[in-house]
């Protein structure tokens, strides 16, 4: 009964490679949203969707594309990955954009060789 | 653009109280948060504030908001080895995803 859940948990891949993240959740919230947590904790917005529509893409690479399929489902591709993707990158989601508390999945630590 | 502070490090002995600070920029902040995360883990919500109230208490945790100096604390009263963990400070104005302090990593010593 995970509420916010995202897969895989440890993913460890080499540089160039391309590689998705998974995310769902069971909440009948209406916002999802990707966060990227690096090496010193620092936690920063990277998209935000609301009902499946782009509402936040901060200043992040092409190479990073999420895609909703519906509004429980908010995966993240990353193509040609870099050693300066390796972080910890966590889902979320809240009923409505911010103005509720978000719920976190555990997060999906990306290594890249 | 908006930006939460809070100090890096905090270190207490277990039974004192703690007190977290973070302070924000957004004048337009209509919740405030507090998340932990421990070691290996995800984000926990453990407490919100609206930006009308200026305290909350929940069990061994206080939240104090002052809005004109735009600051917010936690306080753990009667903190625990197990409280060790990174704690987040972060706001939102409404129709914003959150945005975040760079967290405080709280030590706890036995």
């Known amino acids: 009964d995970t509420a916010v859940s995202q897969t895989p948990k440890y993913l460890v891949t080499q540089m160039g490679n391309d590689k998705s993240i998974k995310c769902e959740q069971n909440?009948?919230?209406?916002?999802m949203y990707w966060y990227k947590q690096d090496s010193k904790k620092f936690l920063k917005i990277m998209f935000s969707?609301?009902?499946?529509?782009?509402?936040i893409n901060e200043t992040v690479p092409n190479r990073f594309s999420p895609k909703s399929p519906d509004k429980a489902h908010l995966n993240l591709h990353i193509n040609s990955l870099e050693l300066g993707d390796s972080a910890v990158y966590f889902c979320?989601?809240?009923?409505?954009?911010?103005?509720?508390?978000?719920?976190f999945g555990q997060g999906t630590r990306l290594t890249v060789v | 653009g908006e930006d939460v502070e809070q100090s890096l490090f905090l270190s207490v002995r277990e039974g004192d109280s703690s007190v977290i600070n973070c302070t924000y920029t957004?004048?337009?902040?209509?919740?405030l948060y507090w998340y932990k995360q421990e070691p290996g883990a995800g984000l926990q919500l453990l407490t919100y504030?609206?930006?009308?109230?200026d305290m909350k208490q929940d069990q061994r945790l206080t939240v104090l908001l002052n809005k004109k100096d735009k600051h917010l604390s936690l306080r753990i009263a009667d903190t625990q080895t197990g409280d060790s963990a990174i704690y987040f400070c972060?706001?939102?104005?409404?129709?914003?995803?959150?945005?975040f302090g760079k967290g405080t990593r709280l030590s706890v010593i036995a």
């Open positions: 979320a989601s809240s009923q409505r954009a911010g103005e509720s508390e978000a719920f």
């Open positions: 969707y609301n009902n499946k529509e782009l509402i």
């Open positions: 504030i609206f930006s009308n109230m």
């Open positions: 957004d004048s337009s902040s209509t919740y």
């Open positions: 909440l009948g919230h209406d916002t």
């Open positions: 972060a706001e939102s104005a409404g129709n914003t995803p959150l945005v």
